[in-house]
């Protein structure tokens, strides 16, 4: 029997000067792909994430075992001239750090990007902030609900007659932590071509604003303001979220040959209609159409209503809770919902690795770690034996 491959980012090594999502997020991805990573905390002060959420077990916030998955904990308090002495030397032996702390405190620490890359010149320092590292509000403390807010995104959340609304997630973090992920991957290609290792600023609020669509340019060029439109997209018919007898369900139908399919389903002559027949003409009729698409299905179950979607190819489907998902036969058979031990927890369902590469597939080798778990072995790694470690300890560095 052959070997399986080894994932793609293996024997890559990744410090982690983050806390929450934003940072943690990038750096989740590049475990889940084989990285080394090493989770910086200071000892007195961990990581908020380990007890964050509405559900707690054992005292560990649920979304712990899914951030720091893969990842190992080193206790080091970088306030200390010891803990910076330290953080230097593991530099020596990194191809990637990932801090998202306010611009400015590497800085404060003597651990700023001329620093660090005067010690290791490959580096990559990916550094995730509110507003970004340049600019006249770099300064300012920046989480991923005003970062969402001043790209655009939370005005256009919600129904058009209330306030703005939110996604229940924290859509602005993981959206950075995800380009950031990216930058990085950008820039390890590009050290292979130059040999040197350069930073990546990704900011809050301009990840919000890279998945806005034709926001500015309709404003810009035509005057066009986009304000929240609730379950729909103006003028893009039929695409919403309709009543059936036990629940809801999502139709999307809105280019002519699908719409066509939807008329069948339904029985009715909607596509030969004037008022419905083009795209244009059911984005002006579109409350109408959606009243009467919303009268079909009404009198029908959801699994009804799918069946029938899925005999015509018209795209369907129903509006999942984590129960659902869990219960999901496509979900199960692509193990998108993966199964891992945590020596507290148990075992902890979570969203499995993703994207899927054929031939070097990631996968989630451990749960978050307690804080601290890897530190002695960290610290071995650089040549501190363990009278040194136990001194550093007793005097709170690590």
């Known amino acids: 029997m052959s070997e399986s491959p080894a994932p793609p980012l293996a024997g890559l090594r990744v410090i982690e ?3 929450l999502i934003a940072g943690p997020f990038c750096t989740q991805l590049l475990s889940d792909f084989g990285a080394e990573v090493i989770k910086i905390e200071a000892p007195d002060a961990p990581d908020p994430a380990r007890g964050w959420g509405a559900v707690k077990m ?17 206790t080091l308090n970088l306030r200390e001239g010891e803990g910076q002495d330290i953080l230097k030397r593991l530099i020596a032996t990194t191809d990637v750090l990932v801090e998202n702390f306010r611009p400015g405190t590497l800085e404060k620490w003597d651990l700023g990007p001329d620093v660090l ?3 290791n010149p490959r580096l990559v320092i990916a550094r995730v902030s509110g507003y970004g590292q340049t600019g006249p509000e770099s300064h300012k403390a920046g989480y ?4 969402e807010a001043k790209g655009g995104l939370r005005h256009m959340i919600g129904e058009p007659d209330r306030l703005p609304a939110r996604a229940g997630v924290s859509l602005g973090d993981t959206m950075t932590g995800t380009f950031a992920c990216l930058g990085v991957m950008m820039a390890l290609q590009a050290r ?9 600023d990704a900011a809050i609020y301009e990840s919000v604003m890279a998945f806005m669509e034709s926001l500015i340019p309709e404003y810009a060029l035509a005057g066009h303001v986009r304000h ?9 018919a039929p695409s919403s979220v309709y009543p059936c007898s036990d629940g809801v369900v999502i139709i999307g139908a809105n280019q002519d040959t699908l719409f066509r399919r939807l008329s069948d389903m339904c029985g009715t002559g909607w596509a030969d209609d004037p008022k419905y027949a083009t795209h244009d003409a059911r984005g002006e009729n579109q409350q109408e159409l959606d009243e009467l698409i919303g009268s079909w299905t009404a009198s029908r179950s959801i699994a009804e209503v799918i069946a029938a979607a899925e005999s015509h190819a018209v795209p369907c489907g129903q509006v999942n809770t984590a129960r659902e998902l869990l219960e999901d036969a496509h979900v199960a058979a692509r193990q998108a919902i993966i199964r891992v031990a945590d020596p507290v927890l148990g075992e902890v369902p979570m969203q499995g690795v993703f994207p899927r590469l054929s031939e070097t597939p990631g996968s989630v080798r451990t749960t978050g770690p307690a804080l601290g778990q890897h530190t002695d072995e960290v610290l071995a790694s650089i040549g501190l034996g363990g009278e040194d470690i136990a001194r550093l300890r007793a005097a709170g560095v690590v």
């Open 58 to 74: 054992d005292g560990i916030g649920l979304y712990w075992p899914v951030i720091a998955r893969g990842k190992k904990s080193l």
């Open 228 to 236: 929240r439109s609730g379950p729909i997209l103006p003028r893009i």
């Open 17 to 19: 000067l983050g806390q």
């Open 144 to 147: 991923a609900s005003v970062g």
């Open 117 to 119: 890359h005067a010690i």
């Open 192 to 200: 292979e071509r130059t040999g040197r290792g350069q930073v990546v």
